[in-house]
């Protein structure tokens, strides 16, 4: 699952007076005739005219500083073209949207980071297809296994919009010089330093899967990253399609050996208590140990650069930086878990699919990139858009075509199962249950 809460308010700060600044040169010139920008800096969007006074409400997972950023990133396109964007993020989204769908209150796009969600609006009639400029904008710019996530029944309803790699662990490049220790290259050496650190007398994981009414979501991150190591691509596709049941040995081995580091009282969880603490520790604090050094370790999405606090270096020789998540057997390569989100639509207004057709360009991804603290899967992102150095590798990572990518399984399921029975099953299998009855748990709820 994508959760992007933010930091840095002195990043927000600046942008919004640079932006400021943008704004008043664009609405100090002759009025355009669409919105209140000038000719010279408007020409760019007069294909989204036309639309001038009208209202686009937008529903997301993105809150505080990152939400920020995002509005500033449509700001110029809403001031040349006319078109309020009403923007709001919750973090009970995928409960809430539901509901408001449900009570014909639906908004009229949303960012759905879960292709399962999304396909059950699609099969319930509720979504429209995507526009034809934004479907020919993504099919341009992202390889077709990214796609169709976002197609139901031959339908494409919505581009990708902002990416993220799960596929990191998170550390302190400053802790490892001094105490000697180098990024392990394959499980096995994750293992070996993991024993190490514990030898020495501390614990080397910190962990938290607390995230309100989505609590559960990062554990299901572990398991469907080790899914991909222990077995082909093939598999896990398999798997979260169910054409293999849920309980199957296969996956039954890959949360054995996720439960070797997250259910191991001498790994974890350091700063926060013993392995039930993982449970009532929030994701967005987790890995703050490793600041204080009291925690080494912390696997979680590219996405969490924005959860340390303001000041903090990330880079490879900064206070934190992030290493790939070893591959148990590299010989057979090293897959890459990745999620994101996809620009869906409850109504095809003429201002409504403007907006999803702008959301889908380069153009957007560029200026979003600008902005800082986002990662995009677009191909036509300029890399020297990208400042942030694990933004920077996240977006190499994602367009590496030699690179295996698979999409986060829990948020390709039903969403009932991987947005409900698993996150929960997750959660009791931190707290004590054991592996054949939490998947056997999570088969019986799919149907």
């Known amino acids: 699952m994508a959760v992007f809460p933010g930091r840095r308010q002195a990043i927000v700060i600046a942008t919004v007076a640079g932006l400021a600044l943008s704004a008043t040169a664009c609405g100090d010139g002759d009025d355009s005739g669409s919105g209140n920008g000038s000719s010279a800096e408007c020409a760019a969007f007069e294909k989204y005219s036309g639309n001038d006074g009208k209202k686009v409400t937008i529903y997301a997972s993105i809150r505080d500083a990152e939400a920020d950023l995002l509005e500033q990133s449509w700001e110029q396109f809403a001031d040349c073209t006319g078109i309020e964007i009403d923007y709001e993020g919750s973090g009970e989204f995928e409960a809430q949207l539901q509901v408001r769908v449900e009570g014909g209150n639906a908004p009229d796009i949303a960012f759905i980071p879960q292709p399962g969600l999304l396909a059950t609006f699609a099969n319930a009639g509720k979504l429209k297809a995507a526009p034809a400029d934004a479907k020919s904008t993504a099919e341009a710019n992202y390889p077709a296994d990214w796609l169709k996530y976002s197609t139901v029944n031959g339908t494409f309803y919505g581009a990708p919009l902002g990416s993220n790699v799960k596929s990191f662990v998170w550390y302190s490049p400053k802790t490892f010089q001094e105490k000697g220790y180098t990024i392990p290259k394959t499980w096995d050496d994750l293992i070996a330093l993991s024993d190490k650190i514990a030898a020495d007398g501390e614990k080397p994981w910190c962990a938290g899967i607390e995230s309100g009414e989505a609590t559960g979501w990062p554990a299901t991150d572990w398991l469907e990253d080790i899914m991909l190591r222990d077995q082909s691509p093939e598999v896990y596709d398999q798997w979260v399609t169910h054409q293999i049941p849920f309980n199957d040995p296969k996956v039954a081995a890959a949360l054995d050996r996720a439960g070797t580091i997250l259910k191991n009282e001498k790994y974890v969880n350091a700063g926060f208590g013993p392995v039930k603490s993982i449970s009532t520790t929030s994701f967005q604090e987790a890995g703050l140990p490793i600041l204080e050094n009291k925690c080494y370790l912390h696997r979680q999405a590219s996405f969490y650069a924005n959860q340390w606090p303001q000041g903090t270096k990330v880079a490879e020789d900064g206070d934190v930086f992030a290493f790939y998540f070893p591959a148990v057997d590299p010989s057979k390569g090293e897959p890459v878990l990745a999620a994101g989100e996809f620009t869906v639509a409850f109504a095809d207004r003429p201002e409504v699919q403007a907006v999803q057709n702008y959301l889908a360009t380069p153009e957007y991804a560029n200026s979003r990139a600008k902005l800082g603290n986002w990662v995009s899967g677009n191909r036509g992102a300029d890399?020297?858009?990208?400042?942030?150095?694990?933004?920077?590798?996240?977006?190499?990572?994602?367009?590496?075509?030699?690179?295996?990518?698979?999409?986060?399984?829990?948020?390709?399921?039903?969403?009932?199962?991987?947005?409900?029975?698993?996150?929960?099953?997750?959660?009791?299998?931190?707290?004590?249950?054991?592996?054949?009855?939490?998947?056997?748990?999570?088969?019986?709820?799919?149907?």
Do not use: H, Y
Not at 407 to 418: E, H, I, N, W, Y
Not at 435 to 440: G, P
């Open 383 to 447: 890399i020297n858009n990208f400042t942030n150095p694990i933004d920077k590798l996240s977006v190499q990572i994602l367009q590496d075509q030699s690179k295996v990518l698979r999409f986060d399984g829990s948020d390709l399921m039903p969403s009932a199962v991987g947005a409900g029975t698993l996150w929960k099953a997750m959660v009791d299998w931190i707290n004590g249950k054991d592996t054949a009855s939490t998947l056997s748990g999570v088969e019986s709820s799919w149907k």
